[in-house]
């Protein structure tokens, strides 16, 4: 007998083998884009992550982005990036513009991994 589990749609990691970020926190200078991004429109980034995790991006765009920090650890363990609570609000609290970035191309990452997978 087969048990099936349903898809979530929560990504899976995104390539990382090592447990640390696609980018650097202070990767802004190498994605000009997202660093764009993150100044015109920050809560595009908190949408896209969200609906990425399968969140909703609407709520995290429109009402939950003080949470942000939460956020970034619920990327951080779908990805199985290392670190812990603490450090996701200190980021946010010293360079929450870096961390969004950061956030952004770890997102783009595992789209790109979850694409080569189908």
């Given at each position: ?22 980018a650097g926190i202070c ?31 609407c709520l995290w765009c ?24 603490f450090f996701d609000c ?29």
């Open positions: 007998m087969k048990i099936e589990v349903p898809e979530t749609g929560v990504p899976g990691p995104s390539g990382n083998t090592s447990g640390k970020w696609e990767s802004c200078m190498t994605s000009p884009c997202s660093a764009c991004k993150t100044v015109c429109c920050f809560c595009c980034i908190l949408q896209e992550v969200a609906n990425h995790l399968g969140k909703s991006g429109c009402c939950l982005w003080p949470f942000a920090p939460l956020l970034r650890g619920a990327l951080r363990r779908a990805h199985g990036i290392e670190g812990n609570c200190l980021i946010f609290y010293f360079c929450g513009c870096c961390a969004l970035v950061q956030m952004d191309q770890e997102r783009q990452k595992g789209e790109i991994v979850q694409n080569d997978e189908n």
